[in-house]
């Protein structure tokens, strides 16, 4: 299964990997997640979310109701940011990598500007390995192909690990079913 083998990759490379069945189960969750977490309507515990179909037929009433949640993404909120949220088309198996078509700004200010990086894909996103994903990527509608693997880590420093100097420094990973598949 897929599925279970990315969940391994990607958690061996410090990841959150969660999976549910319907967007309504995994927005509950994820909104209780924020609050858990701090979220808050101050620099450095908002959060920001960036557009994608997740939220495409759902009655977002509920997250204007989250004080410090953002659905418009700018430079200084996403700076500013303690969550960004986004959606991301593939994961691949064999690596525990996602892989986002990042043409749009607000997709990269979200996923690498925030200290926490919650991505949403869907279940049948899941592909094998890096030639499967280059198979699905039409470069004519993707001039930035963006590829995350864990957290943000570095040992360039003295050859000691640090992780979140250069992006985020936790990978929160959303799968859901409903979106597709049931890798």
């Given at each position: ?7 391994t990759r990607a958690e061996g490379v ?170």
């Open positions: 299964m897929l599925y279970e083998q990315f969940k410090s990841a959150e990997v969660y999976r549910f069945a319907t967007k309504y189960a995994a927005l509950a969750w994820l909104i209780e997640f924020l609050y858990r977490e701090g979220i808050a309507d101050t620099p450095q515990d908002s959060a920001l979310w960036a557009e994608g179909s997740f939220l495409a037929g759902m009655d977002v009433d509920e997250l204007k109701l989250v004080s410090g949640l953002k659905l418009e993404v700018t430079r200084e909120l996403a700076a500013d940011a303690k969550f960004g949220i986004s959606q991301m088309e593939w994961a691949l198996a064999d690596t525990g990598s996602l892989a986002q078509n990042s043409t749009a700004i607000e997709q990269r200010l979200v996923s690498s500007l925030s200290a926490i990086h919650i991505a949403i894909v869907p279940t049948a996103g899941i592909l094998l390995d890096m030639p499967a994903l280059l198979d699905k990527v039409n470069p004519k509608e993707c001039a930035y192909l963006a590829i995350i693997t864990g957290p943000s880590r570095t040992a360039d420093i003295e050859r000691v690990l640090t992780i979140g100097v250069h992006g985020p420094e936790r990978l929160v990973i959303i799968f859901v079913d409903e979106l597709g598949g049931d890798n």
